[in-house]
C-alpha cells in the first residue's frame, strides 16, 4: 500500500507484513508503538536513526557513519564525576602539591601504610622503600604510665587483674569514692562475698542496714524497714507479723502451718474472696443477698442446691433456671423458650375457647364451646341434656336447628305475635314449612313468599308453583305480564289470545301486535336479513342500515366506534388479532407528554401515523415499534412538516404501566396531537 501526504488516519493504523515504501517529506515524527513510523517503513539499506552512533558509554569507542546529522554528547553520569573531581583538585591544589613535593623528595621514606605494633603502646609504620615496620612510641601510653583522658569508653576494664568485665585488685581493698560523696549504681547489684559498712550508728536515721553475720555496727543488726522506718519487733514461730502504730512488728493472729493458715477471730473483707469453701468447717454466717435484683430470669441463671442433708461440699451443685423449669414441667406443663412455664400445647388453644383435657396426648385442647367477650356460650356441636333446661330471658337460635319429634303447640296470651322469626344472615330465608310427602312453603330472604318452589327462590313478592284458583275478584294495580295463552269468557275480539284494555276500550283485533319496551309496534320489512331497529316517532320496528346474511355482516352507513372502545379483527386460529384505535391530547414542550395508548399484554408491533397541529403549524410522521415484553424499541421516520419549523421537538415509547406509551414533545406549548394506530397481538 503506498501512501502520499494526503493520506490521513484518525486513530490508529493497522500495518500487516507487506513491503511498503514511503518518503518522509515533513519534520514532525508519526510514532508506532514508540518507535518513529520513518525507522518502520526503512528501505532495504538505509539507515535508522537509532543505528547511526554505536559503541559504549562516555568516551569509550565508538563508530560513526556520517549518513545524517547526529548529536553525541557524554554520559551524564560519567560527566558529573569528572567534574566533581576537576572541582576537588582546584580547592585543594595546594595539598595536592605539596604531597607531590614532598614524595619527589623523600622517596623511599614516605609512610606506606600504619600496621599493628610490637607491643602494648606502639605503632609500627612501613615506608615506601620497603624496608620494613618501624616501631613508634605512643606518649604516656608504655608500661608503668599514668595516663589521663577527659573520658575512656572501653568494653572491659581490668585493673590489676587479665579477667575481660571485672574491676579487680591485685592485692588490698577496691575503694569507690565519689568527690559529691553519692555513688549510683544504674543495674542490679549481685554481690557474693561480705560487704562491710562504716559508720552505721544507732537511731532510726539510717536508711538502709545490712546484717552480715554477727559484724555488724551497734544495736542495729536485726532492723527491719517498713513503710520506710526502722522498726523493732518480736513474733511466734508461724505467726504472720503485723505492724502497730508505735514502730513495732507483732503477731497477727493468723497462723501458717503445713494445714494452710488458721484465723483467730472474725473474718471481713472489702474486696472478692474466691474459692469453692471446701475447706471452711464450723462456719457461722449472716446471709447477705445481692443487692441488685432481676424480675426476669434467663435460661442461663444458676440457682444454688444442696441435695444431701449431711453433705456440706460435695452435695453442693447448682442447677440452671431452663433447667429447673424442665424438672417442675409435667403433665399438661411443657417449658416455653428455655425461661417460661406454660400450659403444655398452649400456642395451640384459642382464644375465647374453653378447653377440654386430652389424656392421650397429655395436654389441653380447644373444645367446640366458646365463651364470647359478651359471655355467650357457643357450641359449635351438638349438646344433649339429660336434665330439664331452663332459660331466664329469651331464648334466641342463630345458625342453629331445633328439631323436635312430637308437635309444637304455640299458645299465646300476651301481647305480640304467637310466633315470630327473625333471621340474619345475606340469602338465607327466614322460614320453611315443608310438606315430607312433597310441596312448601318458603318466605326467603327479602319476604317473598314461594308455593310450591321446592328448591328455588321466589322471584317476585309471591311465586306460585303450580295452578291458583280463585273464588272472587282478582284486582292487579300494575303491569301484568302473561307469558301464556289467557282464556277470558269475553264478547270482543274471540280471536284473541289477549284481551288488553286500551285507552279507546278492549282492543279487538291486536293478535299481532308486539310489545318493545312498553309500547305496541308494528313490524314490517323488506329484506329478512336485515337487522330491525325501532322507529320511536311512528312506534314501529322497520330496515336498519346492518344487514346479516348468515356469512357476511353489510353496513350500509357510516360507522363510528365511541372512546375506551376497540375494532379488532382475528386470524383464523382465533388467537392473533390486530387492533385499531385513535387516539388525541394537548401536548407542550418541556418535559412533553406521556399518551397511553395499546394495552402492552401480548403485544408484539405496533405502527402509529401522527399528527401535530399548533394553528397553521402542522407537522405529520410515522413511528414503528417493537415490544419483547420486557422494553419496546422503535423508530420515527417520514417527517413532513407543513411549515419551516417542525411542531416535534422529541418523541420516546415507554411500557412503565399497563399500555405502550408515546411521550410527545412539542416545539410549542398547547399543541394537539392525533395518533392513529394499528397493533399486531
Sequence with gaps: MALNTDFRVKNSLYVGSSACFVGQTDTPTILSAGVELFDIFLQEGEAS???????????????????????????????????????????????????????????????????????????????????????????????????????????????????????????????????????????????????????????????????????????????KVWDG???????????????????????????????????????????????????????????????????????????????????????????????????????????????????????????????????????????????????????AGGTTITGNLSVQGDLTCIDTLIQTTSAVCIENAGTGPALYAEQTGVSQPIAQFVDTEGGQVVISDGGNVGIGT???????????????????????????NLLGAVCMALGAGTDDSVVINTASGLATDEIDSKVWGTTLVDYSTSTITTVPIFCDGTGTIGDSSITD????????????????????????????????????????GGDGYNLPTFPKANLRQVKYEVTLVNGVNVTSFEVNAVYNGTDPCGTTYAIVDAQAASQLADIEISAAGSTIDLDITSAAGSTTAIVHGTALY
Design 49 to 223: 536513526n537509532q543505528e547511526l552512533l554505536s559503541g559504549g558509554t562516555a568516551i569509550s569507542p565508538f563508530s560513526y557513519d556520517g549518513s545524517t546529522v547526529t548529536e553525541i554528547s557524554l554520559n551524564s553520569t560519567c560527566n558529573t564525576n569528572w567534574n566533581q573531581a576537576y572541582d576537588w583538585c582546584v580547592a585543594n591544589s595546594a595539598t595536592v602539591l605539596s604531597a607531590a613535593e614532598y614524595v619527589a623528595n623523600n622517596g623511599g621514606s614516605a609512610i606506606d601504610s600504619i600496621v599493628e605494633g610490637a607491643s602494648q603502646g606502639q605503632i609500627a609504620i612501613d615506608d615506601v622503600s620497603g624496608s620494613g615496620p618501624t616501631q613508634v612510641d605512643v606518649n604516656g601510653l608504655q608500661t608503668g604510665d599514668s595516663p589521663a583522658f577527659g573520658g575512656v569508653t572501653a568494653g572491659a576494664v581490668t585493673v590489676g587483674t587479665a579477667v575481660d568485665n571485672t574491676i579487680s585488685t591485685c592485692s588490698g581493698g577496691l575503694t569507690i569514692d565519689s568527690t559529691t560523696g553519692e555513688t549510683t549504681i544504674a543495674d542490679n547489684l549481685t554481690v557474693t562475698g561480705t560487704v562491710q559498712f562504716d559508720g552505721v550508728t544507732t537511731g532510726t536515721s539510717n536508711t538502709v542496714v545490712v546484717s552480715s553475720g554477727g559484724n555488724l555496727a551497734t544495736d542495729e543488726i536485726d532492723s
Design 229 to 379: 522506718s526502722l522498726i523493732d519487733g518480736s513474733g511466734t514461730t508461724g505467726q504472720i507479723s503485723k505492724f502497730s502504730a508505735s514502730g513495732t512488728l507483732t503477731d497477727s493472729g493468723i497462723t501458717e502451718d503445713a494445714n494452710g493458715i488458721q484465723i483467730t477471730g472474725g473474718l471481713s473483707a472489702t474486696g472478692t474472696l474466691s474459692g469453692d469453701g471446701s475447706g471452711l468447717t464450723g462456719v457461722t454466717a449472716t446471709p447477705s443477698f445481692p443487692t441488685v435484683g432481676t424480675s426476669d430470669l434467663n435460661s442461663v441463671d444458676k440457682i444454688f442446691v444442696n441435695d444431701g442433708a449431711s453433705c456440706e461440699t460435695a452435695c453442693n451443685k447448682h442447677i440452671t433456671y431452663s433447667n429447673f423449669l424442665r424438672d417442675l414441667s409435667g403433665t399438661g406443663f411443657d417449658v416455653e423458650g428455655d425461661d417460661s412455664l406454660s400450659l403444655k400445647n398452649a400456642s395451640g388453644l384459642t382464644d375465647n375457647s374453653i378447653s377440654k383435657w386430652n389424656s392421650t396426648d397429655g395436654m389441653y385442647t380447644d373444645s367446640i364451646i366458646q365463651e364470647t367477650a359478651l359471655g355467650n356460650i357457643t357450641i
Design 454 to 480: 321446592i328448591g328455588t327462590a321466589p322471584a317476585e313478592a309471591l311465586t306460585v308453583s303450580g295452578n291458583i284458583s280463585a273464588n272472587g275478584d282478582i284486582t292487579i294495580d300494575g303491569t301484568t
Design 549 to 588: 346474511s348468515g356469512s357476511l355482516v353489510t353496513i350500509d352507513s357510516d360507522t363510528k366506534i365511541n372512546d375506551g372502545h376497540a375494532f379488532q379483527i382475528y386470524a383464523g386460529n382465533g388467537t392473533n388479532y390486530t387492533e385499531q384505535g385513535t387516539f388525541t391530547a394537548v401536548v407542550s
